[in-house]
Nanobody, 117 residues
């Protein structure tokens, strides 16, 4: 069965950078688009960025120009490069290969990103 292992989070000051990784197992990684979501305290999970099998990308307006999503099919890994981080980026970040996931679907443990002002 599919598993997502997110890592790379941490605590940084505003303006800093982090690179998140999502290692996927139990499926043929190259066959699926990948999406990063995040959940901030007290808020619903929201889409951050997605990348298709062909490498086309899509971003939430709040992160455009600051975040970059990429993938390495040979390593079954998706990445999220986050620059110029803001306190409002503080959240737990998750990845998934589901096109329209719900809270009842499987999610990994996520990785915590905390941005201090």
């Amino acid at each position: 069965q599919v598993q997502f292992l997110e890592s790379g989070g941490g605590e940084v000051q505003a303006g800093g950078s982090l690179r998140l990784s999502c290692v996927v197992s139990g499926t043929i990684f190259s066959n699926f688009a990948m999406t990063w979501y995040r959940r901030a305290p007290g808020k619903q999970r929201e889409l951050v960025a997605s990348i298709t099998t062909g490498g086309s990308t899509n971003y939430a307006d709040s992160v455009k120009g600051r975040f970059t999503i990429s993938r390495d099919n040979a390593k079954s890994t998706a990445y999220l490069e986050m620059n110029n981080l803001k306190p409002e980026d503080t959240a737990v970040y998750y990845c998934t290969d589901l096109p329209d996931p719900t809270e009842n679907d499987y999610w990994g443990q996520g990785t915590q990103v905390t941005v201090s002002s």
